[in-house]
């Protein structure tokens, strides 16, 4: 893939870029291999194909950094010197986001937002959040310092429709804070639209609700769990039972469902993303029996039920840090069979299996989320010894 930012300089994000793609994947595969060497069981795991993603365009969800001045803003990421570097045109996003930036720039000129700019902790607009679902519709979320320009933003929305006629669903996030972190505590939603049907799963996704950046990689992230979970047992039993710890905006879950599970029930802090999910199986036609979803922390919810309501399959595809100690000895110590686990860390990942020697890792799969960066996505499945 060719990037004029990458070969100007000015952005080495995709710090892979010059390695033919095949290269990056392999590489990928043998890093994951590595940081699970320890594990016990690791050299029996049977390592599917990775599943590749598109080279272009993949990329679903941005942050766009906003910087330079009212009348010439940039859209992109943060410099060396801490202030925004334009990246027009960059072929990694969406062409959806691509679309929408050069209207996102003259919406800002229009309304003379100021960006906001970092070594000086001045300025009023930090990011612009922008993630694409089905039939490429947007949603934009500004990331502002204080709530003085809410009511502008919102009055100017018949303005930024005509700019970005894909824009679906509009919102201020409110970050006061001179922090590096993407978004701050406080959502304001500006459109009669709450929520962006995504193209996976029939998912819906809320403004504070975490969405995979790679909705193609996704698809089949969700794909091979489903059938991972839906595999007879030993006995011929199928499965029946499923538990998504983690759960998001459900797309485990409402996955299994879709393949025939009679019972999957989601679990996620956020409520925000647990409103989202409930919509989404409303949607789907799946009765709150058949998919349930609930708002709680997913550690403590699981130690909290009774041993005969434990799954045939559990799913835990928690952020980066892992699951951690507790869940962990859980999941070593329950009767469920059978235990699939999604990472975005590999080292998290093979200290989290340490820990949970009676489940034997069977078969593994490296989801190529991030292409031409070191990141690694995993997913492995986790029978229980003598189950």
């Known amino acids: 893939m060719r990037c004029d930012h990458f070969d ?22 043998d890093a994951v291999v590595a940081a699970l060497a320890h594990v016990p069981g690791s050299q029996e795991i049977r390592w599917l194909s990775p599943a590749s993603s598109p080279e272009e365009g993949f990329r679903t969800s941005v942050k766009l950094v906003v910087g330079g001045s009212r009348r010439r803003p940039t859209l ?14 960059c072929p990694i996003q969406h062409p959806a986001i691509n679309r929408a930036t050069p209207g996102l720039k003259r919406f800002i000129r229009a309304l003379d937002l100021t960006p906001y700019d970092v070594p000086t902790k001045r300025g009023e607009l930090k990011n612009i959040l922008v993630t694409v679902g089905s039939e490429e519709r947007l949603m934009i979320r500004f990331v502002l310092r204080t709530r003085e320009r809410v009511s502008d ?38 459109t009669r639209a709450r929520t962006l049907p995504l193209a996976v799963e029939g998912l819906e996704l809320g403004p504070r609700s975490f969405a995979q950046t790679n909705a193609h990689v996704a698809a089949n992230l969700y794909e091979q769990a489903s059938a991972w979970a839906s595999r007879p047992f030993c006995d011929g039993r199928m499965p029946e039972s499923l538990w998504d710890l983690y759960c998001g905006v459900g797309g485990f879950a409402l996955a299994a469902a879709r393949a025939g599970f009679p019972r999957v029930t989601g679990v996620e802090v ?29 550690t403590a919810w699981a130690r909290a039920q009774p041993p005969e ?23 070593n110590e329950c009767a469920t069979p059978r235990v699939i686990y999604s990472s975005c860390n590999p080292t998290s990942l093979a200290r989290d299996l340490q820990l949970m020697p009676s489940l034997r890792p069977v078969e593994a799969r490296l989801f190529d989320m991030f292409p031409h960066t070191t990141h690694a996505e995993v997913a492995v499945l986790l029978e229980r010894e003598g189950a």
Not at 10 to 22: A, I
Not at 160 to 188: F, K, S
Not at 309 to 331: F, K, Q
């Open 76 to 89: 992109g990421i943060l410099g060396p010197d801490r202030r925004g570097v334009d990246l027009p045109g």
């Open 153 to 190: 933003i919102r009055s100017a929305l018949p303005l930024l429709r005509d700019l970005v006629p894909a824009a679906h669903v509009v919102t201020a996030n409110i970050h006061p804070t001179h922090e590096a972190i993407v978004e701050g505590p406080d959502e304001i939603i500006l």
């Open 309 to 331: 309501d434990i799954p045939d399959v559990i799913v835990v595809n928690p952020p980066r840090r892992g699951i951690g100690t507790e869940l962990a000895s859980y999941l």
């Open 8 to 29: 100007a300089g000015t952005c080495h994000s995709c710090s892979l870029l010059p390695q033919p793609y095949e290269r990056q994947l392999a590489e990928k595969v």
């Open 270 to 298: 956020s409520s925000g993303a647990i409103s989202s999910a409930i919509s989404a199986a409303r949607h789907a036609g799946l009765s709150r029996g058949a998919a349930t979803f609930i708002a709680e922390d997913a």
